[in-house]
C-alpha cells in the first residue's frame, strides 16, 4: 500500500521532517504439509493392508480418565506462562554454558545427565552453543553415535543406523522420540535395508522385490514412513472460500490474493474482517509479547523511514545506532518493572 502523509501528521518523535511514503503489509498463509509416497510400481495391487501417518483416522486417542485430564488442564495456565521463557517451549533449556567451557569429564557428565533423563533433553537441554556450532555439535553427535551404537548387534545395521562419521549436524533433522526403536532392529524378523544404494524396485501381491533382485515375501503390512513435505510448499488443491471483507467467493487462491491485495490497496486492515480470522488470546499475546519494549509506545503505531540514498540524511548506521540507544534504555526501564 502507498500513502503520502499530511504535512502536520509526522511519523516519528526522532525525525519530525521525515514522513510516510510507502508502506508494505506481508501477509501470507501456507499449508503445513502434503503427503509424500513414492510411485512403487504394483503398490495397488499389494494384499496387505499398507498405513501412511498423514492418513491416521479423526477417531481421538486418549487414555487418561477425565479427573486426569482436568488435572492437566488446570496446570495449563502455568504450563504455557513457562514455556514462553524457555528456547524450545518445554520445562527444560540450555545449559548457560557452550561446549568446551567444560572439561571432558565434566562434559560427559553432563551429556549422561541430558540423556539419562531421557525426552529431547539431549537436543535442547545440553549446552547453549550446541546447534550453532558444529564443531560444538559433533561432540555431542560423537556421544549420540556411542550410545545408539551399543544398542544395535549387527555390525552391519550398526554403520547403517549410527555412522561414525556424522551425516549432518545433529538436532538440525528433528531427532526420533523413541524407547526401544533401535532394540526392535535386533529381532530375527527385522532386516534393514539401505534404500540409497538397493531401493525398492516393485511391490508383488505379498511383498517386495529390491533393485538387486532380492524378494521378501510374506509381508502383512506396509507402513510407509517417507515423511512429509513441510519445506518445499504444498500443493494447495483449488478452494471456494468468502472473503471477510465483503461478500465475493472467489474459486481458486491467485483470484483471492489478487482480491485482498484490492482491499489493502484501499487502506483496510484485518480490523474490518468479518467473521471469525483472529488467533487464539494466549497465541495473540505470545506476538504481542515478542515486540520488543522500544516499541510499546510511539513506535509500535509506525515505522521510521529513511532512504538510504540520500547522504543528506541519516545513514544506516546513526539509524541502526539510534534503534540500539533506545533499545538499550528501554530494556533497563523493563528490567525495573
Not at 104 to 122: I, Q, S
Request: hydrophobic residues 35%; negative net charge.
Amino acid at each position: 500500500m502507498r500513502t503520502v502523509a499530511p504535512p502536520e501528521q509526522s511519523i516519528s518523535p526522532w525525525a519530525p521532517d521525515l514522513y510516510v511514503k510507502m508502506v508494505l503489509i506481508s501477509t501470507d498463509e501456507t499449508q503445513a504439509a502434503r503427503r509424500y509416497i513414492s510411485d512403487w510400481k504394483g503398490i495397488k495391487k499389494f494384499r496387505g493392508v499398507t498405513h501412511y501417518s498423514l492418513l491416521w483416522p479423526d477417531e481421538e486417542i486418549d487414555d487418561l480418565s477425565v479427573e486426569t485430564q482436568q488435572l492437566h488442564k488446570e496446570l495449563y495456565p502455568e504450563m504455557f506462562r513457562l514455556r514462553e521463557t524457555i528456547f524450545a517451549g518445554f520445562r527444560y533449556g540450555w545449559s548457560e554454558k557452550n561446549t568446551f567451557d567444560d572439561t571432558p569429564d565434566h562434559r560427559r557428565a553432563t551429556y549422561e545427565k541430558a540423556w539419562a533423563e531421557g525426552g529431547f533433553r539431549f537436543w535442547v537441554s545440553i549446552y547453549k552453543d550446541n546447534l550453532f556450532d558444529g564443531k560444538t555439535n559433533e561432540e555431542s553427535y560423537k556421544f549420540w553415535a556411542e550410545k545408539t551404537r551399543a544398542r544395535v548387534q549387527d555390525p552391519k545395521e550398526r554403520d547403517l543406523l549410527a555412522t561414525l562419521q556424522m551425516p549432518h549436524c545433529f538436532g538440525i533433522k528433528r531427532p526420533c522420540l523413541e524407547h526401544d526403536y533401535f532394540e526392535q532392529c535386533n529381532r530375527s524378523n527385522v532386516d534393514i535395508i539401505d534404500i540409497k544404494t538397493n531401493p525398492v524396485k516393485e511391490f508383488t501381491k505379498t511383498g517386495l522385490v529390491l533393485k538387486d533382485g532380492t524378494h521378501h515375501d510374506d509381508l502383512d503390512v506396509g507402513a510407509i514412513a517417507t515423511g512429509f513435505d513441510v519445506v518445499t510448499g504444498a500443493e494447495i488443491p483449488p478452494v471456494s472460500s468468502r472473503r471477510g471483507f465483503c461478500d465475493a467467493h472467489m474459486h481458486n487462491w491467485s483470484e483471492c490474493i489478487d482480491h485482498i491485495a484490492e482491499h489493502f490497496r484501499k487502506g483496510k486492515m484485518m480490523g474490518y474482517w468479518k467473521g471469525e480470522h483472529e488467533f487464539e488470546s494466549e497465541k495473540a499475546d505470545l506476538v504481542m509479547d515478542a515486540i520488543p519494549p522500544y516499541l510499546i509506545k510511539d513506535e509500535l503505531e509506525t515505522v521510521t523511514p529513511f532512504p538510504a540514498t540520500d547522504r543528506t540524511m541519516r545513514t544506516t548506521t546513526q539509524h541502526i545506532g539510534e534503534l540500539q540507544i533506545s533499545s538499550d534504555r528501554s530494556m533497563r526501564e523493563w528490567d525495573m518493572i
